[in-house]
Nanobody
Framework: QLQLVESGGNLVQSGGSLRLSCAASGSTLNYRAIAWFRQAPGKEREGVSCISGSDGSTYYADSVKGRFTTSRDNAKNTVYLQMNSLKPEDTAVYYC???????????????????????????WGKGTLVTVSS
């Protein structure tokens, strides 16, 4: 049973940076895609990024493209989300999640997992809070 634990959330000023970690246990992350989602108070869950488990391809929401970078270290069984140029609107609880396989795309519905509101994920972490002050 795969378990995911996020860490790295903190209070940071606008324009600052944070790196979130998603550490896995119970199973290897090799060949698994890992997605990051976030949910701000009163808002729907939003897909942020995804890294493929097959070829390491990365995908980002338009709202974070150019500012956020996701990477993986399979030896450490960990996925990272580097967040730069943070804005107050990035304030949210950030979750990592794992879909059933290595792709960032749900082939049953022919759509990116980032556009599915979290539908299709097999495993979720409990989240880490990121607060960006203006």
């Amino acid at each position: 049973q795969l378990q995911l634990v996020e860490s790295g959330g903190n209070l940071v000023q606008s324009g600052g940076s944070l790196r979130l970690s998603c550490a896995a246990s119970g199973s290897t992350l090799n060949y698994r895609a890992i997605a990051w989602f976030r949910q701000a108070p009163g808002k729907e869950r939003e897909g942020v990024s995804c890294i493929s488990g097959s070829d390491g391809s990365t995908y980002y929401a338009d709202s974070v493209k150019g500012r956020f970078t996701t990477s993986r270290d399979n030896a450490k069984n960990t996925v990272y989300l580097q967040m730069n140029s943070l804005k107050p609107e990035d304030t949210a609880v950030y979750y990592c999640a794992a879909p059933p396989g290595p792709l960032c795309r749900d082939q049953n519905y022919n759509r990116s997992y980032l556009n599915a509101g979290g539908y299709g994920m097999d495993y979720w972490g409990k989240g880490t809070l990121v607060t960006v002050s203006s």
